[in-house]
């Protein structure tokens, strides 16, 4: 059995990464000028190493002093080349060429970490760049009769799309013909293909299974799902949080005070100490290079960068590294019921019939029912169309709004509607009555349905709880949050029953889009960071005023969209469990990151004077660490 040897992929480091190629050149010229000085060809090496300084610290020395020339701030890079020509002057001051070598590693070893940094981080940039690769370039439309391949930028409102097995779907659309599984990982996270049928929405960017499929557009290719995410989510790159926005303020008192710190190593200790000179400033040096918050800098934004590819990569989208953050310390959160806790759409739940069977009661009610275009009444059709149920024509039918529908089947009297209306026409049974008290009390809606002159039933219609919100309740209560808040402006009968089945701790019922805005003002005063989760665009106000707004991806209006920090895409509300423990995560690794970095710079400065380091042994101490610290900010990039 042989071992096969793999190698690192270099080719991958050195492609389209300037900052590789040129510590490639400039580890070079440092070898060359080494071999020049072991062999006592001093002039050939002070010709060589200098090249290696250029080549090595050029982009360093530029941004550095772009930084000092149009802000007035020292920067990190500007700070390793002034120690760099320190060094460099110094062992040509003492004929210790070198010195002029450590130099050089200097500047080497400070762009060998510049470009695995830069490595590193593609990690994160090809996670959100491979969101670029989900859109296709052209679709398939029916015009006229004719077959066209035209462009994704002329797709329409209403055009036809064909799509074939394997293909990926152009743009948002709703399928009016044919069935397939989609594979929807990339857009919602989930592993597991999903079926597909006449009526269903399709996304932009995710890949047809076995079936062909005629999708009707419904929306501009720019507005489709996966376009928004790639604007939020390229948006949420250039934001600094709050917590790097403090490092980076830190960090320009930090150069500063180092500056001033090293002038003084540099001066005092021949005086006070008396150190020679030049043991003075090669200290003062080194001190310049450790004590450089370069690994601090690096303790955040890797991080939270790699934070949001991991969640865009599950389904959510975070705005920015500030709502990664929030979301790790949210302690409590408030829901809006419909469409957020419940599928926001009217479904026949239970039916109860007198005299007949359950198939026949729903064939009376389809046949008038589907006539109308009240939700009620889509919801009882939808319910007799699944059961593959056929019903008698109905004439002369007449809606009364708020009460019912009439209509002629068989040349007799058909009535749907609530009690009132049919009470009107017919005798009540007395335990169909009842029930329909019962079922009114649990908060559904009662649809009676009569026929010449008897009843046959009653037809329970509610809007459903979403699949697995018990579940995400019980779960976020597992970590700790507490209280769970549902803001509706149902009634306060419906809500609580609700509430009940899905275990929330308090309910706000009957409330207008203001009046959720105050009951978030009075959470936030008692618990600081709270999480507002909705969908409509009476939402919006209490999204926008809650610490962390989150927004349903697919049934979310969108002013909610756009209010939101956080979209769950496809509506997957198990999703919000997981952007809790990723802001969690990333809270931890940040701490961890920032311990780690200010620990090793006080090693790295007592070491210097106590130890006696050299300056490569401080330049590798503190570039290992930076690389290690921003390594560790890549560890969100796993999934868990």
């Not at 009690?419 to 009555?433: D, G, H, L, T, W």
Request: a negative charge; glycine letters at 10%; proline letters at 4%.
């Amino acid at each position: 059995m042989s071992a096969t040897i793999r190698f690192p992929n270099f080719s991958a480091l050195f492609k389209n990464h300037p900052d590789a190629i040129a510590a490639a050149i400039c580890a070079l010229f440092v070898l060359l000028g080494w071999l020049a000085l072991n062999a006592g060809w001093i002039g050939g090496a002070l010709l060589i190493l200098p090249i290696a300084y250029v080549v090595g610290g050029f982009e360093s020395a530029r941004d550095g002093l772009t930084t000092l020339w149009k802000e007035r701030e020292l920067d990190v890079d500007l700070l390793m080349i002034v120690a760099a020509l320190g060094a460099a002057i110094l062992g040509l001051w003492q004929r210790d060429y070198y010195q002029i070598i450590d130099g050089a590693v200097l500047i080497l070893i400070f762009a060998v970490s510049g470009a695995l940094e830069g490595y590193a981080m593609q990690r994160t940039e090809r996670s959100i760049r491979g969101l670029m690769s989900l859109t296709s370039d052209t679709a398939r439309v029916m015009r006229l009769g004719i077959e066209q391949i035209v462009p994704i930028a002329e797709l329409k409102i209403g055009d036809l799309v064909i799509l074939k097995p394997g293909e990926l779907v152009p743009s948002d659309g709703l399928v009016i013909e044919g069935f397939s599984t989609l594979n929807q990982a990339s857009i919602t996270g989930e592993s597991m293909p999903v079926e597909k049928t006449v009526g269903d929405e399709v996304f932009a960017g995710t890949i047809n299974g076995y079936g062909a499929l005629r999708i009707e557009i419904h929306q501009p290719p720019e507005s489709s799902l996966i376009q928004r995410v790639i604007r939020l989510v390229e948006q949420a790159q250039t934001e600094r949080p709050p917590s790097q926005q403090l490092i980076e303020r830190f960090e320009r008192s930090y150069a500063k005070a180092i500056v001033i710190v090293g002038i003084l190593l540099g001066t005092l200790p021949p005086f006070v100490l008396g150190w020679n000179w030049s043991i003075t400033i090669y200290r003062a040096l080194i001190f310049l290079v450790v004590a450089s918050p370069c690994a601090l800098m690096a303790a955040i934004m890797p991080t939270l960068l790699s934070g949001i590819a991991n969640g865009a990569r599950q389904g959510i989208l975070f705005k920015s590294g500030a709502d990664l953050e929030l979301m790790g310390r949210v302690r409590a959160i408030a829901f809006d019921k419909t469409g957020t806790l419940t599928i926001g759409k009217p479904q026949v739940v239970q039916i109860m019939t007198a005299e007949v069977s359950e198939d026949v009661l729903l064939e009376f009610a389809a046949a008038l029912e589907s006539l109308s275009e009240h939700p009620i009444g889509v919801a009882i059709t939808q319910a007799a169309r699944i059961k593959g149920l056929q019903w008698r024509e109905a004439l002369n039918v007449q809606a009364i709004a708020g009460r019912g529908i009439t209509g002629e089947i068989d040349h007799q009297l058909a009535v749907v509607g609530n009690s009132a209306f049919v009470q009107s026409q017919v005798k009540f049974p007395s335990r169909i009555s009842q029930q329909s008290q019962q079922w009114e009390q649990e908060g559904k809606t009662v649809i009676w349905v009569s026929y010449a002159g008897l009843v046959l039933g009653i037809i329970a219609v509610a809007d459903t709880v979403r699949p697995g919100a018990v579940q995400v309740i019980e779960h976020l209560k597992r970590l700790g949050i507490k209280p769970i808040v549902m803001l509706t402006g149902d009634n306060e009968r419906t809500a609580h029953s609700m509430a009940q089945h899905l275990g929330i701790d308090r309910v706000y019922a009957e409330l207008l889009p203001e009046d959720k805005v105050t009951v978030i003002q009075q959470l936030q005063k008692q618990y600081q960071t709270v999480a507002m989760v909705g969908d409509g665009i009476n939402d919006a106000p209490a999204l926008a005023q809650a610490s962390v707004g989150i927004a349903m991806g697919v049934t979310g209006s969108d002013v909610a969209l756009e209010t939101a920090d956080i979209v769950l895409m496809a509506d997957r509300l198990e999703k919000l469990t997981s952007a809790i423990e990723l802001g969690r995560r990333s809270q931890v690794i940040v701490k961890q990151n920032i311990i780690f970095a200010l620990g090793f710079v006080a090693v790295l400065v007592i070491a210097n004077f106590v130890g006696g380091i050299t300056l490569p042994i401080g330049v590798i101490g503190h570039e290992g660490s930076t690389v290690l610290v921003t390594l560790s900010g890549l560890r969100l990039l796993r999934n868990r």
